[in-house]
């Protein structure tokens, strides 16, 4: 059925059926009745809940309000009424206040509306209602009904209260954790917020989830409850890519750079991006580790080598001290731009690695930009040489000095390098093409220079050198080359100069010897130029010089200036000990001079004028003794030396040695040098020799022809009173010199006095001196021991032989022995042989001693030893004694102990051993024989041993030693109840004075002491030794061991036997099969500790450390060596040794100490 309208549809006119007025009229009569008839209020208010119309609603619940009996259900139905025409203000006001409802059963549509309106209200700007709300939800939000909680939360939303719709909806039975959280987070309540995201996270852990309660913990500052959710997250293994990522966001804005590093790496390692690989380098960057960093930033840069990429690795190649690594990386930085920078860069760091060839490529790309400064560019040269060679070098300078014509330094360097390659034309060619207007330096001057002398051109060579620079402005090494040419060329001018010149620049690199021998000294000009050269360099040979010329001159002033300066030099050289022996001489302080000489010869035993000086001051002196000492000396080492001839011929002459010294005149008469004394003194040999012929020629000759000159000569007088003896009458002679002994006595006078052959001359010169005749001459006290001789004056002989401080220890020895005082005697010959005493004078005072003494040197030495490792100790007493050119030792010895290997209990034994060492005949250096007996386990063993030492060049020495049941130290079984029967070979080659290398080989057998046989060895040992110094001895060697025993495989029935063992015993149980050893060590020495002989001046000490490495086992041991020696009354020594190793050649610590004492009787 149609309503009362026409369907819209139809698009046609409505029809109105009623007017407002009728329906006005209608509501009136309704309510009259209502009013009149009163029915069911509550039926009719709920029927108007459901009008249509709310004014005709509010119409019909207006009658039914009744003021003196309120009702809810009206009110409530009123105010939903004006809700729904949106007049909420009066439906505000039916429902206020709200309370009125909560006991009735509209308490939740009421409150419901109530909350409704009010957020009305405040839709439209309502401020109060707003407020009124706000507190209506705040007091409902611990006792919000179920139903409600979503439109009140909703409420507390719409006006801006986000806190309180949280409060409500977090009153739900059943939480909505994501709401709750999504409320927490518009209500700024991150703890809250925080804990409903957690709960989200433990119902679902899926990464969204992580990540939310990641960036809460971190919102609030809870970092360590972040780190503590990845450990959970990671353990449940759902950490995957976007995790890490996630944890490395966390970790930095964390501030905590070394996990965010941590976890970027752990991303980077399951990763192939090398956005990845990138984040992991900056992070390891900011964390501080490097190392990380470059090696994620090196995988970045395999796979996209950018620019910025590769110098962060240069940089960081750079910061971890890697030049190496840094030139790489600069390598491929030039090959995408070779800058300035870059280069210089590639070039220091090719320098630092050594890499000259790649700083030889940087340097050439940098000079032909023409970056390279002036001192880098011959650096680049100079390694360019060194990388690629001098002739791939000059094809560089070619092209260089083509590229930069007027460079005097290309130019310069070309020419050095033509040179190299011995292109000397090519160098005078270049020399004509030399750039103009450039002041040529000396260095580039001196590459064509040297071209032009290996041409012979050395004119043209000096005239270069004067084109370069005056000699003022050169330094000491340039005008040292100059000199040299000149010196080489004989421009003695210009020797002149530059030497003059290097005084100034210079002083240190003058000559002193060519510059005395350019200057004239007779000229005042050039001695202040040698007296200005001493005192800039302080050179003894400038002293020496004008010495020299004082001497020469007489000049004193000058002898006694060069004294004076002479007093500032107390060093010992040769030539200061020359000058001043010189000096001694012209002041005739012969005394001095003769100390002189003997220190000058013990320091210096090659020194030729020191030795000549001292021949002559032994005749001077008169000192046959000293004189016999020197010359035969110089007459073995100076043969060839015809100085020395008129000395060795005098000096022969008063030794006795005849046919000698005829040798040495007839050597100076046929090289027409003899003087008129050399033809006086040979006359006198030939006479004793019996050719009074050639006596009386060479005499005439001198009395003839030389007789005026001889009277002028120092002592001559007394010389021409011999030959007037000779040719007038020997008593003229002595009657003349007697007159002038009586006239005024002098030294010299009484000299040839005494030396004139006549009865009783020295009883007369004895009875002249009782007399005070020759008060004022001194005798030597050598002299007057041969006065006291020859009158066979004891007690003298006796005095001077105990107090006199001029004898030699040989005169006094001398002395004793004709006094019969052997044992005197020999005390002073053993004072004198010692380590002081020149070895030269050594083997005649050893003979000397050997045939005045009828046991000769001898003495008793004891020892006690323990060997510590093994528990046994040897007792040893030694009697040795000079036999046969060589040394006797016999020797007992006493063993003991209880040892610590499981063969024994106690050990007990005794040993004798008699040896002798010397130097029997030809080229040995040293023969020992030895022959050895012990005792022990009730069986003797004799031993025998043959060594010999040999020289076969002046650098090599070998030695050979047999040895047939010797003793042995192999290992403690052995030492106790072994032998050895071996053959070893040695030698040495001493490469230089320093270096030597030593070889010994060694095959050997082994037995016990009851024929058992134990094995058999193969033994080499290598050292190489670098001696470091002399005194006292201290060099540091390696040395390697190797021994190979091949050990018998038969039991050792006759030791079992001896033993009683029901166990078989073996050769295992005696050797190792094999020992390899590598020493390194260090030796200090001075003498030998124990061994009798003044071989070194007390103390005497040894130390030795070393490092080992045992092959076999694999280990490093250690070594320690040490022993010392004092004398205790002169004659004697108390020493101690010890030796400690960590492991032995069995592989056992090994510790050795002894203490013992010596007396030479």
Not at 319 to 328: C, I
Request: charge should be negative.
């Amino acid at each position: 059925m149609k309503s009362a309208k026409y369907d819209l549809r139809d698009k046609q006119k409505r029809i109105v059926l009623i007017n407002r007025t009728s329906l006005y009229t209608l509501a009136i009569v309704t309510l009259t009745l209502l009013w009149v008839l009163q029915p069911n209020r509550d039926l009719l208010v709920r029927m108007m809940d459901s009008a249509q119309d709310p004014n005709i609603a509010i119409a019909f619940l207006k009658v039914l309000q009744d003021k003196d009996q309120p009702s809810l259900q009206v009110d409530y139905s009123l105010a939903f009424q004006y809700s729904r025409l949106g007049q909420y203000n009066k439906t505000r006001a039916l429902l206020t206040p709200i309370t009125r409802f909560y006991e009735s059963e509209l308490r939740i549509s009421a409150t419901s509306l109530y909350t409704q309106t009010l957020l009305n209200l405040t839709l439209v700007g309502n401020d109060s209602a707003r407020q009124e709300l706000e507190q209506y939800l705040l007091t409902k939000i611990l006792e919000v009904e179920e139903r409600q909680i979503d439109s009140f939360s909703d409420y507390a939303l719409q006006i801006g209260r986000p806190n309180i719709a949280y409060y409500i909806r977090s009153q739900a039975g059943t939480p909505d954790e994501a709401q709750l959280l999504d409320l927490a987070l518009q209500a700024n309540l991150p703890g809250r917020a925080v804990e409903h995201a957690y709960r989200l996270y433990l119902d679902n852990p899926s990464q969204p989830n992580f990540a939310q309660v990641l960036a809460l913990f971190e919102a609030l500052k809870r970092f360590d409850n972040g780190f503590a959710l990845y450990r959970r997250h990671q353990q449940l293994g759902l950490c995957e890519a976007q995790c890490k990522q996630t944890m490395v966001d966390f970790s930095l804005r964390a501030n905590q750079p070394k996990q965010a590093a941590r976890f970027a790496i752990l991303k980077a390692n399951s990763s192939s991006q090398s956005s990845d690989w990138l984040q992991a380098s900056q992070l390891s960057l900011a964390a501080s580790d490097q190392l990380a960093a470059r090696y994620w930033l090196e995988k970045v840069a395999e796979v996209e080598a950018k620019e910025t990429y590769l110098e962060k690795l240069h940089d960081y190649a750079l910061w971890e001290g890697k030049p190496q690594r840094a030139l790489q990386y600069s390598k491929k930085l030039l090959a995408i731009e070779s800058s300035q920078s870059r280069l210089q860069q590639a070039l220091l760091e090719a320098g630092a690695v050594g890499d000259i060839q790649a700083a030889s490529d940087f340097g050439y790309e940098l000079a032909r930009k023409g970056l390279l400064a002036d001192g880098e560019r011959l650096v680049w040269v100079n390694n360019n040489d060194k990388a690629f060679g001098a002739r791939l070098t000059l094809v560089r300078l070619q092209n260089l000095q083509q590229q930069f014509p007027k460079s005097q330094f290309y130019w310069g360097q070309t020419a050095r390098f033509y040179g190299f390659t011995g292109q000397l034309q090519a160098v005078v060619d270049l020399w004509e093409r030399r750039p103009s207007g450039q002041a040529l330096d000396f260095e580039t001057a001196n590459y064509f220079a040297k071209s032009f002398v290996a041409l012979g051109k050395l004119e043209q060579a000096l005239a270069i050198y004067a084109e370069a620079q005056t000699l003022g402005q050169l330094d000491g090494s340039q005008l040292a080359q100059i000199l040299s040419l000149a010196n080489y060329t004989g421009a003695e001018d210009i020797e002149r100069a530059v030497q003059q010149a290097l005084l100034v620049a210079d002083a240190k690199r003058i000559d002193p010897y060519r510059l005395s021998e350019l200057l004239d000294l007779s000229s005042s000009e050039d001695r202040q130029t040698l007296w200005q050269a001493y005192r800039e360099t302080g050179s003894l040979v400038v002293l020496n010089s004008l010495l020299s010329y004082g001497l020469q001159t007489q000049d004193s002033q000058i002898i006694e200036r060069v004294a004076a300066a002479l007093e500032s030099h107390q060093d010992d050289t040769q030539m200061a000990m020359s000058m001043r022996l010189q000096l001694q001489l012209y002041r005739g302080s012969l005394a001095q001079a003769r100390a002189s000489v003997e220190s000058m010869l013990e320091q210096y035993p090659n020194n030729a004028d020191a030795l000549l000086n001292g021949l002559w001051l032994a005749v001077q002196l008169r000192d046959w003794q000293w004189l016999q000492q020197l010359y035969w000396r110089a007459a073995i080492g100076h043969q060839g030396d015809m100085a020395f001839y008129p000395v060795l011929g005098f000096g022969a002459s008063k030794l006795g040695l005849l046919s000698q010294a005829n040798y040495w005149y007839q050597a100076l008469n046929q090289a027409d040098q003899l003087r008129i004394t050399d033809r006086l003194s040979w006359a006198l040999v030939a006479e004793q020799q019996g050719n009074q012929a050639l006596a009386q020629q060479q005499r005439w000759l001198v009395f003839s022809q030389f007789g005026q000159a001889l009277k002028q000569s120092p002592q001559g007088e007394l010389s021409y009173r011999s030959l007037v003896a000779t040719f007038v009458g020997q008593q003229r002679a002595e009657l003349d010199n007697e007159l002038a002994i009586f006239e005024r006595a002098t030294n010299e006078n009484v000299a040839y006095g005494l030396s004139i052959r006549s009865s009783f001359a020295l009883q007369k010169y004895q009875y002249w001196q009782a007399l005070d005749l020759l008060a004022d001459v001194r005798f030597s006290d050598s002299i007057m021991l041969a006065l006291a001789i020859a009158r066979e004056d004891q007690p003298t002989m006796l005095a001077l032989a105990r107090d006199s401080n001029q004898l030699s220890e040989f005169e006094r020895a001398t002395a004793f022995d004709l006094l019969s005082e052997n044992f005197a005697a020999w005390q002073a010959g053993e004072k004198a042989l010692n380590s002081s005493l020149p070895a030269n004078q050594q083997a005649p005072l050893q003979r000397f001693l050997a045939d005045i003494h009828t046991e000769h040197s001898h003495g008793v030495r004891v020892e006690h030893t323990v060997q510590q490792t093994w528990n046994v100790a040897y007792d040893q007493l030694t009697y040795y004694r000079p036999l046969f050119d060589g040394w006797l030792n016999l020797d007992g010895y006493q063993e003991y102990g209880q040892p610590t290997t499981d063969l024994l209990d106690t050990y007990q034994a005794q040993r004798l051993r008699a040896g002798w060492v010397g130097r029997p005949w030809g080229e040995l250096n040293a023969v020992e024989l030895a022959l050895n007996a012990r005792q022990r386990f009730g069986k003797t063993t004799f031993g025998q041993m043959l060594y010999g030492s040999f020289n076969t060049g002046e650098r090599v020495q070998q030695e050979l030693r047999l040895s047939r049941h010797m003793p042995t130290t192999q290992s403690e079984n052995m030492a106790l109840l072994g032998r050895e029967d071996r053959i070893e070979w040695s030698g040495s080659w001493r490469a230089t004075r320093y270096e030597q290398l030593s070889l010994g080989l060694s095959l050997a057998r082994f037995h016990t002491d009851f024929n058992d046989r134990i094995g058999d060895q193969f033994r080499a040992q290598l050292r190489v030794a670098e001696q470091l110094s002399r005194e006292p001895g201290w060099q540091v060697y390696g040395q390697f061991d190797y021994q190979d025993n091949r050990i018998s495989q038969q039991p050792l029935n006759g030791l079992s036997n001896y033993l009683n063992s029901d166990a078989s015993l073996s050769g295992n149980q005696f050797l190792q099969p094999q020992y390899r050893k590598f020493t390194l060590g260090q030796h200090l020495v001075h003498g030998e500790v124990g061994v009798p002989g003044p071989d070194r001046r007390p103390p005497r000490y040894w130390l030795d450390t070393s490092v080992e490495y045992n092959f076999v086992t694999r280990r490093v041991g250690y070594g320690f060596s040490l022993a010392g020696g004092l004398p205790l009354m002169g004659s004697d020594e108390l020493f101690f040794k010890l030796r400690w190793q960590s492991a032995d050649q069995n592989n056992r610590k090994s510790l050795v100490w002894n203490l013992g004492y010596f007396v030479d009787f």
